[in-house]
């Protein structure tokens, strides 16, 4: 039996292990590499560009934190390389026109992906290797999201966010220099989206007391257990030491492992993450700017925990809802944002979420349960009335 909760990040490549829950578990990843001056240290992660023809992908931002250097150095190795740098003047977004500006750049005979970047161009990456049926490596720049070892690519078509089926990197390779040189709110974005598991890993325990769904206490305390170290030392985010940056991007790594685990995002993702979904929808169908997911995802998660609060005494038995205070206390010795106000969510926007963010996606949660008993009105009525007066 895999002794998971004691494993090295590395050692979680190419898992592959029958789980007490009836399930087999997989990572499907050959490599994962969270070290420290990587590039300088070639032997760490070339055995990994085993093909010839890259189409190396990253956007202006992440050209200049890792990839300029990367493709040097893959240049002087004599890889034969197409780069293709999005230049979007603004926030470059996953959907149909970025998917398909990569496809008409993509060479015929490419034989690996790069990705070079966080979220954004890890979907993007991900769902083009799936589609074209050619691997893909991410080079991450930041620990801004959960997304890097799972298996699904969020994609916004037709102005809707929708979770398509995808495949895993073949290897992440990360370098904690570079991470924790990322802009601090993509720091604290990582950090909020560490925070979502309180409320996602409550409402899948929620769909297991009420719908029988399947559930996996391996999965729940994996996670956990990443996501309690990250807040153990909180206090340390903001001065992005090596060791802290390493917490969170393992713990990263160690929710999108989960979401393979699983086939599904169900252990990282609840209704913390459809708030977060429905905002950023929002936003692109006015294009206007819209929060980084894992700021969005934080404060998400405290509104759902007061959602939890309001609801106490519809709650199945023996299930323990986060507590709002303690996950506002967190933020706040991270520096993070925790109100919806402050985060730039107009009033109308946030009424309507706690409303209508559960049909965005076909999973139980607690707003499910508040729908059920007709007091999603009441609760946005007092949320509201919480955070905007
Ligand atoms: N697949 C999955 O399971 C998951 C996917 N996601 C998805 O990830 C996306 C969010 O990812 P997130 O990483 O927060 O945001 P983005 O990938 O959108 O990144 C925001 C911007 O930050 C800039 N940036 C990245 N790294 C650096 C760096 N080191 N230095 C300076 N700038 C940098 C980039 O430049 P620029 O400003 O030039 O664009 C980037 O576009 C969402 O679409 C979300 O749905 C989230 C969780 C899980
Ligand atoms: O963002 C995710 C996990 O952090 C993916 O979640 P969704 O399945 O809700 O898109």
Redesign the pocket.
Known sequence: MVDLLNLKIEQMADLNFKCECGRTHKVDIEKIIVGSNILNDKSSFIDIINSENLFVVA????????GKELIRLLKRENYQITEFI?Q?E?????NEKSVGRLLIEIPKNTSLIIGV???????LC?FLSYKLNIPYVIF???P?????????????VEGF?K?YE?TYAKAIVSDTQ??R???LE?IH??FG?ILGKFTSLTDWKLSKLINDEYYCEKTVEFVEKARDLCVKNAEEISQRSEEVTKQIMEALII??IA?GFVGY?RP??GAE?HL??YW?MDAISKNIPHP????S?GVGTVVVSMIYQLMKDKLPKGLTPPDPEYLISLHKKVGSIYSPKELGIPKDVFQDSIIHAREIRNRYTILQLAHEFNLLEKISTILTDKFYG
């Open positions: 956007d202006k931002n992440t050209y200049k934190s890792w999005f979007n603004d926030h470059l977004i996953p970047g966080s979220g954004t161009i890890n979907d991900r991450a720049t930041a801004s999201m959960d997304g890097y070892a799972s298996m699904v690519s969020p994609l916004i966010k979770t995808a570079v991470l040189n990322a802009p993509m974005a990582g989206d929710s999108g979401i995002s990282a993702s993450h977060a979904h950023e980084l997911h894992g700021n995802v």
